[in-house]
């Protein structure tokens, strides 16, 4: 069975900082990208950030492009999300997803697997 568990979400002051993790387990991860979407109170969800588990590529919305950055460590199958800087944008539901193409990583429809998600709230 796919699973993607996202953890570390929480309550943080603007200017604040928050480390997202995603374990990643029943598929093979090196074949995956890993890629992190978020949706915020009525709006759609936007691909944020993706990581290729093979090449260590990254890849960057403009949205958060300085101030996050995704890492992963394959020996645990597990990508990190370090989000800086943080503001009351930045608020939302944060989710890992896993992408046999990594092409179009920011486009939803193309996710293979996703992760129930973690609450990132920031407070002014």
């Known amino acids: 069975e796919v699973q993607l568990v996202e953890s570390g979400g929480g309550l943080v002051q603007a200017g604040g900082s928050l480390r997202l993790s995603c374990a990643a387990s029943?598929?093979?991860?090196?074949?995956?990208?890993i890629a992190w979407f978020r949706q915020a109170p009525g709006k759609e969800r936007e691909g944020i950030s993706c990581?290729?588990?093979?090449?260590?590529?990254?890849y960057y919305a403009d949205s958060v492009k300085g101030r996050f950055t995704i890492s992963a460590d394959n020996a645990k199958n597990t990508v990190y999300l370090q989000m800086n800087s943080l503001n009351r944008e930045d608020t939302a539901v944060y989710y890992c997803?896993?992408?046999?193409?990594?092409?179009?990583?920011?486009?939803?429809?193309?996710?293979?697997?996703w992760g129930k998600g973690t609450l990132v709230t920031v407070s002014s």
């Open positions: 990581i290729s588990t093979s090449d260590g590529s990254t």
């Open positions: 029943g598929f093979t991860f090196d074949d995956y990208a």
């Open positions: 997803t896993a992408n046999w193409i990594i092409d179009h990583w920011s486009d939803p429809d193309g996710v293979d697997y």
